[in-house]
């Protein structure tokens, strides 16, 4: 097999939670360029209705499913609807996150209603994800790819999002924990992205001027010199999922800039 062969996903069945639109909805492109079909789930019906047709414009089989990944009953149908549309899975992406309400918070002025639904998000809903995906993978294998996020290192001495960066610490505990529990079948891996300025970013960072803009490009000073995009975690996760990394799990792999 050669070198770009090893990056091919034909015939691969994907899920890709939070795929209507930002970085999942990079991945999702990625995936069904890389050869995969693809379930989009996403709470808007809209924006994964846009995202399938852009799939299926590529050739690729794609379905849209009505997800709130904070109900581990929908993520359990949310498994039920892709293997009836596309067959089985192969590859699934927990990818929705962020921020409940868009709001950053100091760890010490969390309020607990806000802590809890920072974690259900980002955390149980990871969670949820992988034991959900891990049943439908028990016979033939597959990977799983849980975004977390640079945050997760640290949060800089300028954006303050304690629970934000905790949620995505503890998805860097699970994926290393999941990587053993569920090997050799299935491989476990994360991708941790840097600012990237998607719609979530924009208002949770109230970037909504160029000064503005240019006041958090200051602050966050990327050694690359630009924000990231969605195609730059869409690359990673074609990699994560594919054979060109058979012998990679239990990593996170920090696509930040140089962050």
């Known amino acids: 097999m050669s070198i770009l062969d090893q990056f091919k996903l034909d015939g691969k ?9 930002g970085i999942g909805r990079g991945i999702v492109i990625a995936l069904a360029e890389a050869g995969a079909d693809v379930a989009i789930a996403a709470r808007s019906e809209a924006d ?7 799939v299926q414009a590529l050739g690729r089989k794609a379905v849209g499913i009505k997800t709130d990944v904070t109900d581990t009953s929908q993520i359990e149908a949310l498994a039920d609807d892709a293997e009836k549309a596309l067959g089985p899975i192969d590859i699934w992406v927990n990818n929705a996150g962020g921020l409940p ?9 969390t309020p607990e209603d806000k802590w809890d639904a920072q974690m259900d998000l980002n955390l149980k809903a990871v969670w949820a994800g992988c034991v959900t ?4 993978m028990a016979e033939n294998g597959g990977v799983i790819v849980n975004i977390s996020s640079r945050a997760s290192r640290d949060m800089g001495p300028n954006l303050k999002n304690g629970p934000y960066a905790a949620s995505k610490a503890a998805v860097n505990s699970l994926t290393a924990t999941f990587s053993i529990e569920l090997a050799p079948k299935i491989r476990v891996n994360a991708i941790a992205p840097g600012p990237i300025p998607t719609e979530n970013f924009r ?21 690359l010199g630009r924000w990231g995009t ?15 990394s058979s012998w990679v ?3 996170v792999l920090y696509i930040s800039g140089g962050m």
Do not use: F, H, N, W
């Open 13 to 21: 069945v994907a899920v890709v939670t939070g795929g209507g639109k």
């Open 48 to 54: 994964i209705v846009e995202v399938a047709s852009a």
């Open 101 to 109: 309400d868009g709001e950053p918070r100091y760890l010490t002025r």
């Open 133 to 136: 995906a891990s049943k439908r």
């Open 203 to 223: 208002d949770s960072m109230k970037m909504d001027t160029p000064e503005r803009e240019a006041e958090l490009k200051k602050m966050i000073r990327a050694p």
């Open 230 to 244: 969605p195609e730059d975690i869409g690359a990673a996760v074609v990699y994560m999922a594919s054979p060109a």
């Open 249 to 251: 799990t239990g990593q």
